[in-house]
């Protein structure tokens, strides 16, 4: 069949609208559940919208506003209750295996096995990607989180070179808000605040520190000293940021540093798909560094689509969803919009940034040394992971010491267990 037959196909059905043919439509359409609503996002999710016409098949968006996915496990439950399921969902880490365990996910098993994913999806994606052996989600990217995106203008004025080491980037601050910027672009709610704190973790303890504490939830490691010293640091962070901070999203925090307002940024590598969008380049327009004492690390958070149990005339449907987002050409494509870098290993990165080549580099590095890990929104089951959210962010908006934060985190954690 010619692609333009395919594409015909849903758009008649949906001309058609709710008669008869709906249920015909259902099978040659996709039902796509995810928070992509920002600029950035929403320009690399056509890439997929158009890969999935090519196919043949119709999109039906189902959006659920709030970046991060932080609003979404209730409404995401809502869309996957029956008579209303989406054909895929967008999830992080263990929330796939959640939602497996609930048996709410079928199976791509054989178009994974046909297109060899497991050769080309580095293991710590397929930790989350399968159920008891199988596939039931396809990995469309990697994001990295321990990132500073700064804008360049306002460093190149202050004669400021990226912060190596975490004292440089408080005397950077001073020298920065001295000059009328505002240091830190923040948005102050809680999933982003976890995502500072990753970095803050890592910094303060290195890759092993970090996996006992937010991997393997190691009480030694969670009431240390060490971990004192993490949130130290989100507390002079705290100090950097503008009095409006408070349930900004990610995205106009980004803009903030894209408008020469705020100089920089800690955020995960969506925030280069806002710069894309917006036609900044990295080295001219912004810079992009590693949160200082986090080099050689790479803290991921790897969007998959899971796919939802569904008939075996609609599984087709859905391994071909599943097939599109796997496809090498189209991962190119997409990660280069989303400022992520492809979830298989073996996708030409010639046409990427700079701060993408980068990151991909220092994945394989940190592949072989073991300091890839999991970013909290992923590394825990979901009651845990908003356990130490929630202690993080009351930390951030309040005025708890380091040391008392230790002790609610070890607690939050133990009864969340
Ligand atoms: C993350 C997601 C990214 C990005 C971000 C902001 O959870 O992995 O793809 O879009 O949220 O919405």
Redesign the pocket.
């Known amino acids: 069949m010619s692609v333009n037959k395919k594409i015909a196909v849903p758009a008649l059905l949906f001309a058609l609208g709710a008669t008869g043919a709906a249920h015909a439509q259902d099978e040659k359409s996709v039902k796509v559940v995810h928070?992509?609503t920002?600029g950035g996002?929403a320009a690399a999710l056509k890439i997929l919208k158009d890969d999935v016409a090519k196919r043949g098949f119709a999109w039906k968006d189902s959006a659920i506003g709030g970046?991060?996915?932080e609003p979404t496990p209730a409404k995401l439950r809502a869309s996957a209750s029956p008579g209303n399921s989406p054909d895929a969902m967008q999830l992080?880490g263990f929330a796939i295996s959640d939602y497996a365990a609930e048996g709410l996910l079928g199976n791509v098993d054989l178009v994974a096995s046909k297109e060899g994913w497991d050769k080309v999806v580095p293991l710590p994606l397929q930790k989350f990607s399968k159920y008891k052996g199988k596939w039931v989600a396809a990995p469309v990217?990697i994001?990295r989180t321990n990132w500073i995106w700064a804008n360049k203008a306002i460093f190149d004025e202050l004669k400021l070179k990226v912060p190596t080491t975490f004292d440089e980037l408080v005397a950077h601050a001073d020298k920065i808000r001295k000059a009328g910027y505002i240091p830190l672009a923040h948005g102050g709610q809680p999933?982003q605040e976890a995502i500072i704190f990753d970095s803050a973790v890592m910094s303060a303890g290195g890759p092993t520190f970090y996996k006992q504490a937010l991997v393997d939830l190691d009480p030694v490691a969670l009431g240390s000293k060490t971990m004192e010293n993490a949130f130290s640091q989100m507390k002079k962070l705290r100090t950097m940021v503008d009095p409006n901070f408070p349930n900004r999203n990610?995205n106009l925090a980004t803009s903030m540093v894209y408008h020469k307002k705020a100089a920089m940024q800690i955020m995960?590598d969506?925030a280069k798909g806002e710069f894309a969008k917006g036609h900044m380049k990295p080295n001219v327009d912004y810079l992009c560094s590693q949160y200082p004492g986090t080099d050689g690390t790479f803290i991921f958070?790897s969007?998959q689509f899971a796919l939802v149990k569904a008939s075996d005339k609609r599984m087709a449907g859905q391994s071909d969803f599943a097939s599109a987002v796997m496809d090498k050409g189209f991962q190119e494509k997409f990660n280069i919009a989303?400022g992520?870098v492809p979830a298989r290993t073996d996708v030409s990165m010639e046409g990427f940034d700079h701060c993408g080549k980068k990151s991909m580099a220092d994945l394989k590095q940190a592949m072989k040394a073991g300091s890839m890990v999991s970013g909290s929104?992923s590394s825990m089951r979901i009651p845990v992971q908003g356990a130490v959210t929630g202690v993080v962010s009351k930390f951030h908006n309040s005025n708890i010491s380091p040391a008392e934060a230790t002790k609610l985190l070890l607690a939050a954690v133990n009864n969340s267990k």
């Open positions: 928070w992509w920002s996002e970046g991060g996915g992080l990217n994001h999933w990610w995960g969506w958070s969007d989303k992520s929104s």
